[in-house]
């Protein structure tokens, strides 16, 4: 691992370099002061997804869900768990695909929930359907 880490802000989207020592010290960011890496998953609009994915070198593992979706509400439980237990290792973050219908078309989401894990930016892989927290860690490993 390099001696830092680019992580965006949930909150200004600022792309914060953390000290890769510190990432699982709860870095805040240096712009507006929000937590970068608390261990929860973010909730990202429409017009952040992007500049988020593009500035976090971290892996993002990004749920595409919607509020009437069964599946997706029992999931949600086991992803915020996920996202606890991999805080230091990759960023979860949930898009409201109600709210964010550019979005999921862009990404030819037909099936909620669906998970995209990013590397450096880049689509690695994607699943449907709905995972437990354990699921959910061995999927991104
Ligand atoms: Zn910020």
Do not use: E, F, S, T
């Given at each position: 691992m390099s001696e830092f880490v680019q992580v965006a802000c949930p909150a200004c989207l600022a792309p914060n370099r953390v000290p890769a020592v510190r990432v699982a010290e709860d870095p805040k960011c240096g712009?507006?002061?929000?937590?970068?890496?608390?261990g929860a998953p973010a909730e990202l609009r429409e017009d952040q997804f992007e500049s988020f994915v593009a500035r976090t070198e971290l892996p993002v593992l990004a749920d595409f869900w919607a509020p009437w979706c069964g599946p997706c509400r029992a999931m949600a439980p086991h992803f915020e768990r996920a996202a606890q237990q991999l805080k230091d290792q990759v960023r979860l973050v949930k898009v409201n695909t109600e709210d964010a219908p550019g979005l999921a078309a862009r990404y030819g989401i037909?099936?909620?929930p669906t998970l995209v894990l990013f590397r450096n930016g880049v689509e690695a892989k994607r699943t449907s359907g709905a995972l437990d927290a354990g699921a959910l860690t061995r999927w991104v490993a």
């Open positions: 712009k507006c002061g929000a937590a970068l890496l608390d037909r099936a909620i």
